[in-house]
């Protein structure tokens, strides 16, 4: 436990931006100029500089306080069709130099693979607007630890709030450089604010736990804490005098942050990875109907301040907005340029994966999603591992509420839901408005038509 901090002795003066971006392109053009010397027939390199502030506390006491900075650089190096990557975590000479030779050393021993290369330069960008990313704010270690505890004080006020796991409040601001032998060079920076609480009502028996979290570019879009903290303890006392179920056919709402976790499911199923190796359900299916015909997924690359945005991929290929379900049909696939040529398509410009998926459609106020559930349940939390994305089954432990003639009636506990994703993206029957936009992918809650639900 910390007891006193001085600012003087744990703040630290971080280079510029542009300072760090100029230090970034120089180790990335050194790096792949020795890949060039040695003999590389192609090379990319990506460097990386970061820091930021983590303030942990519990129960109105100082748990952890940590600064990071961090700074690394990864090349991949291309002999004929052999590939052969490596990285280092400092940008000395050096480094940079042993980085190069050990990622040599792996392709000279490496299989060849006709699907290796760089992205096919007529895919690269050569437009970078301005997406908003970047929000610097000088974040002190005491202005930290005062939002943090005021979360948690907020979230302990109700006396059923027994304990707590905490609350925590972190920074984050990152600049990288990606670079290529076909010349391009590209640069990304972007900062991140984060804060959260986990806490725990009742005793004995009955304990439950439940969390909150806001996460966001700039520190002023953040909620104020004492509402992440609020929301928290909320969340958790709706929980308590949690019942068992008897095994039923119902259907079921998502709340949308669990919602997001489906739509996830079906990006991994689209994947070049899943879809190259025959390990995906959904295999062949672009073209295919698989929502209703209401719903559209569109993919937003360029959305100021949004988690995914950019304008380039992990590959320097260009982003692009997208469809990537159209009126419920399935229109493309997610793709890098290795998958997209072990499928004989062209890449996506996916490689490190999608960029801000928002789902819209058929989009109803919360009472009157209740409303057309009638009797089921609403998941406020899922657990285990029980997704195949091979098959499509669906069977995960979850939690939530009954909802009785359109109105929650009690919460819920140790049950599990199960189905086929395939089944249950075409039986969503309509959208919430309340779209969670925490992270790359937006949705409000979901409702799928009908499901099994096992109980004790």
């Not at 007891?3 to 003087?8: A, T």
């Not at 004080?153 to 972190?170: K, M, P």
């Not at 609480?197 to 996460?215: F, H, I, N, P, T």
């Amino acid at each position: 436990m910390v007891d006193m901090v001085d600012n003087s002795m744990v703040t630290q003066e971080e280079p510029s931006r542009d300072a760090a971006a100029a230090e970034l392109s120089d180790s990335v053009e050194a790096a792949l100029e020795i890949a060039r010397r040695q003999g590389a027939d192609a090379a990319e390199v990506n460097a990386s500089a970061q820091h930021g502030l983590s303030v942990n506390v519990r129960l109105g006491d100082i748990e952890t306080l940590e600064h990071h900075r961090d700074r690394g650089l990864g090349v991949t190096v291309f002999l004929g069709q052999s590939k052969g990557h490596a990285s280092c975590a400092d940008l000395q000479p050096d480094s940079v130099r042993d980085c190069v030779q050990r990622a040599l050393d792996i392709a000279r021993f490496t299989e060849k693979d006709t699907c290796n290369g760089l992205a096919d330069p007529d895919r690269l960008a050569t437009h970078f607007p301005d997406l908003d990313l970047w929000h610097p704010y000088p974040l002190e270690v005491a202005a930290a630890i005062e939002r943090a505890l005021t979360c948690e004080a907020a979230g302990r006020e109700d006396s059923r709030i027994t304990n707590s796991e905490g609350a925590a409040v972190s920074s984050h601001a990152g600049v990288s450089v990606y670079a290529n032998s076909h010349g391009f060079v590209g640069t990304t920076s972007g900062t991140r604010y984060d804060q959260s609480c986990v806490l725990v009502a009742g005793e004995g028996e009955s304990m439950q736990r439940d969390y909150w979290y806001d996460s966001r570019r700039a520190m002023g879009d953040l909620e104020h804490p004492e509402e992440t903290g609020r929301r928290a303890g909320e969340r958790t006392i709706r929980r308590l005098d949690a019942r068992k179920m008897e095994t039923c056919q119902a259907p079921v709402l998502f709340d949308a942050p669990v919602a997001r976790g489906l739509i996830g499911h079906l990006v991994s199923a689209i994947s070049g990875g899943s879809l190259y190796r025959n390990a995906s359900f959904l295999t062949d299916s672009a073209g295919q109907a698989l929502f209703p015909d209401w719903l559209d997924i569109a993919e937003l690359p360029f959305l100021p301040r949004a988690p995914g945005s950019t304008a380039f991929d992990a590959e320097g290929v260009a982003t692009r907005e997208r469809l990537l379900v159209d009126s419920g049909v399935l229109t493309g696939y997610v793709l890098s340029s290795y998958s997209a040529r072990r499928l004989g398509l062209e890449t996506t410009g996916n490689a490190g994966g999608v960029h801000n998926l928002r789902l819209t459609g058929m989009a109803l106020p919360t009472r009157e999603l209740l409303r057309q559930v009638g009797n089921g349940l609403l998941v406020t939390e899922v657990m285990g591992q029980g997704v195949s994305i091979v098959t499509g089954d669906y069977s995960r432990g979850a939690s939530g509420f009954w909802i009785e003639n359109g109105e929650i009636a009690y919460p819920v506990e140790e049950i599990t839901i199960a189905g086929n994703l395939r089944d249950m993206f075409s039986a969503i029957q309509a959208i919430g408005e309340d779209v969670d936009d925490r992270g790359n992918i937006e949705t409000g809650s979901l409702l799928v038509g009908s499901m099994t639900i096992a109980g004790a």
